[in-house]
């Protein structure tokens, strides 16, 4: 069966599984109102799943994007805003700190990531660019030995619980993609500041932030030659990640609307032996079904940055149908489905963000089928070993 696991990955996720399963379930619900997660991320923390995209040298457990993928999908299941906010530790933030880093800053902040000391922001999003990367704003002047960053970021997860942001912004005079790169802020920098706050659908808040001739020390700039590049080849990470949380949060509303079937009653029998129920139940896991392999074989690419093409595939697929399945569950439910009463329409809430971040469906789309155009040979067709 695939994934091939060993008997050490299937206990990792299981263990995860049953403490999301006893311990945040029961409080999935206080956390809709931007309360963040603390003591679910400090359990987190004390399994060591805080640190699986930290190498084993500064003491995360170093796993590769499908186990992180597989944890991910177990927290959905029960509760969005928690998955959301181990995303930022396990996801491209911690993954772009561990490859492009200095030493000195890996030493000081991996440690504090596997054990929830230091939350990590990524900042890309601002206010006049979203996915028009290439006219961002925010910008780093070189100033003799120093750099000074200027700007805003907006819709920003986990700002006023992070540590440490890692903003992509203009590093050099270049224009569009060319001149973009990374530098890393530590919270309480001068200059910087939380300036706006926006309550989610999904439940968690989000933030604008400022930065004020912001001065940070050179070795903060982590990535400047052939910098977006690479950020892209990182961020592919994030394209199997976000789809993850959609995966679970489509199982959780599968669960439940199973468990619902089959107690509800109607014309004197449960609406599970009804067969217009039954497809419907089938429909949701056939998609469920299909949308885990594909997105598996997408993490599975990693090396260490899974495969663009299928991870871009793997985010459309699996995003539109947590969409699909959520609204499904909700409508097995009738009308208390619409209600706080049920799980499910917190599960819908959440699903609905798989297809805004980490890439929107449209220029994913886009994407695929420029590759498409250029990868299939009009003579040879597709081979059929997978992404060409
Ligand atoms: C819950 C949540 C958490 C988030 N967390 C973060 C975070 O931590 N850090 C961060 O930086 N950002 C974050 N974001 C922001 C997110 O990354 C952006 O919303 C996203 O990149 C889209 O940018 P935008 O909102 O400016 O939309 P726009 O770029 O303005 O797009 C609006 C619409 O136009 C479409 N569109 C744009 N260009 C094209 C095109 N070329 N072809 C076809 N259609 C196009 C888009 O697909 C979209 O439907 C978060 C968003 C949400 C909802």
């Known amino acids: 069966m695939f994934p091939n696991l060993s008997d050490e990955q299937r206990r990792f996720v299981q263990t995860v599984r049953d403490l999301a399963q006893r ?37 995360g457990l170093g796993l590769s994007v499908l186990d992180t993928a597989l944890v991910l999908e177990e927290i959905a299941k029960v509760c969005y805003v928690t998955a959301m906010a181990v995303l930022g530790e396990v996801g491209v933030q911690t993954r772009i700190i561990a490859t492009y880093a ?32 290439a006219n961002y704003r925010t ?10 960053l ?12 992070a540590g440490m942001f890692v903003v992509f912004t203009r590093v050099d005079k ?12 530590e919270k309480g920098t001068p200059g910087f500041s939380v300036t706006g706050k926006f309550h989610t659908m999904g439940g968690e808040n989000l933030h604008e932030i400022r930065f004020e001739d912001c001065e940070l020390p050179p070795e903060n700039l982590v990535l400047r030659e052939d910098g977006f ?37 109607a014309f004197g029998r449960a609406i599970a032996e009804f067969q217009g129920m039954r497809w419907k139940l089938a429909e949701m896991y056939r998609d469920i079904e299909a949308s885990r392999s594909i997105l598996y074989r997408a993490c599975a690419s990693a090396d260490p940055f899974p495969d663009p093409l299928l991870a871009a595939a793997a985010k459309v697929t699996v995003n539109e149908m947590a969409l699909r399945v959520t609204s499904e569950a909700i409508q097995v439910h009738g009308g208390y489905g619409f209600t706080d009463e049920f799980p499910v329409s917190r599960f819908y809430r959440g699903a609905r963000y798989g297809t805004l971040g980490g890439g929107t469906t449209e220029t994913l789309r886009d994407l695929i089928g420029k590759r498409v155009l250029a990868g299939v040979d009009p003579t040879d067709g597709i081979f059929g070993l997978g992404a060409f």
């Open 139 to 148: 910008n780093v002047d070189h100033v003799g030995n120093a750099l000074r």
């Open 23 to 59: 311990e945040f379930r029961p409080r999935a619900n206080q956390y809709m109102d931007g309360t963040f997660p603390w003591e679910n991320m400090r359990a987190l923390a004390e399994l060591g799943v805080l640190g699986m995209a930290v190498p084993e040298e500064y003491g």
């Open 229 to 265: 590049r690479k950020l892209l080849s990182a961020f592919n990470t994030q394209r199997c990640l976000n789809p993850s949380i959609s995966l679970g949060l489509a199982e959780g509303a599968l669960e439940e609307a199973v468990k619902y079937a089959k107690e509800r009653r």
């Open 150 to 161: 200027n700007g805003v970021k907006t819709l920003i997860s986990r700002a006023d619980e």
């Open 102 to 133: 200095p030493e000195p800053i890996k030493q000081r902040i991996l440690p504090a990531v596997c054990s929830g000391d230091c939350l990590l922001a990524i900042c890309m999003t601002e206010p006049d660019a979203g996915t028009d990367v």
């Open 174 to 185: 270049q224009q569009g993609r060319a001149g973009i790169g990374c530098v890393l802020v």
